[in-house]
């Protein structure tokens, strides 16, 4: 199946002609606001904090950090990266795990006594550069991503999957090896990882972080327990028990580190696994009831909110107000969480054109927000967009569809998008993400990730030449 490139939709008009042909609705300003009047560049009031503007910095892992989890001097270029974007909101910089067992992969950072000091730099160093580029810092509103990677943790040198599961997922355990008698967290293994969460948080306030974000996507442990229906026991089962996780958490964080903010990623629909087909193209995996994915409508092909609801409901009770809304799991269905043209080494090729995609992110995003006006809400999955992400984003932005535009991918390749947009200047269109997928598949040969085609800091890098042969080998 081929779907037309962004790049050869030259103008807007022709943009327009094809998400018509396709089927497919966005929001789009015909003009861009000049920079100061563009809603891109209003404030934001959260609580007793402005934030400047209403571009977000995405969480960007880089399997980079050292062995013992702390940043290495390429962790440090793109935080620095990530300050002098011109973006006030930055959610949480990367995945940084709560304990080693937690690690995703064994160059995730690790947040422990011994690497406070790395870490406070690391953030120090974020801020500085953006106040060289920007002027001022007081308007930055910057998170730590605080994880345990659950059923896809890897911390060892070894790179083996070493997963840690709430309940046995008929699909996901076949996927990965699982077998029947693969043991489950206990609930006392659940209370250590929410205690390593509360202690993070502490540490986070104390090296100056302004929030934690208590992560709930993409498959990893928080958003599994969402779906631990058939678990017994405190965590599993009722609403309630699936959100105790959660309550725990926040309590934890609000007893032991008082004043410090607290925000939510949230996979906000789910679908079941999908596979690559004989030609290549993803096909559903789920073959029949699919009662596994949170916000889905038990097709594993469907989206159903109430649940998400019910969730965003709980975060307002909870007083959290900060919510990063994303999508699915990179590791059974990226297609919904990272629109892309190409898809990674262990991907499938794209099954629907890639707008619709990032169309679906925005549109229940916005269906979201208006039922929770009062939550301050990041939308996700833009970086496809290309040349249309501005006039799409001012327009999600204009109409209140979300409260920020989150950036991933064009935040490797690209990332001082948001400032020349923010001051009008003409945008460097040989920098806009092409989803070439390079960043999720250096990684997943155990190479370190960075924009390979277009960064010329990672084009020279040796890992480039590994990652070319690599992708020779496998035939792509
Ligand atoms: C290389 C890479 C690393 C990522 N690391 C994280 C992460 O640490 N935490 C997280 O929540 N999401 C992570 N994501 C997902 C992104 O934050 C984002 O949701 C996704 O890329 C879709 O947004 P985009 O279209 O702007 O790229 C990562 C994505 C990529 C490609
Ligand atoms: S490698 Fe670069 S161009 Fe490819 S998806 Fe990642 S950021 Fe985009």
Redesign the pocket.
Known sequence: MSYRRIAQLRTAVAFGDYLNQIGVELPFDEEMAPGGQSPLAQPYVLGDFTIGNRFCV?????WDGTPDGRPSALTARRWQRFGQSGAKLV??G??VAVQHEGRANPHQLLINEQNLEALAALRTELVTAHERSNGRSDDLYVGL?L?HSGRFARPDADHKLKPRILYHHPYLDEKFGLSADYPLLTDDEIRAVIANIVQAAVWAQQIGFDFV?V?H??GYLGHEFLTAYDRPGAYGGSFENRTRFLREAVAGIRRQAPGLGIGV?LSAFDWGPFRAGEDGVGVTAVNGQYPYAFGGDGTGRGVDLAEPIAFLQLLRDLDIKLV?L?AGS?YYVPHI???ALFPPSDGYQPPEDPLAG?ARQIAITAQLKAQFPDLAIVG?????LQEWLPRVAQSVIRQGMADFV???????SYPQLPADVLTGKPLQRKLF?R?F?D??TA?RGGLV?GCYPLDDFYKQRPEAAQLAEAKKASGE
């Open positions: 995405q969480p960007m892992e880089g959610w949480g990367e995945a991503q994880t974000d992560k996507c993409h990623r990063n994303t990179p969480q990272r629109p990032v996700t999955g833009y970086s496809y989150g950036l991933g991918r064009m935040m490797l993400c989803t997928s960043c999720t990684p990730s």
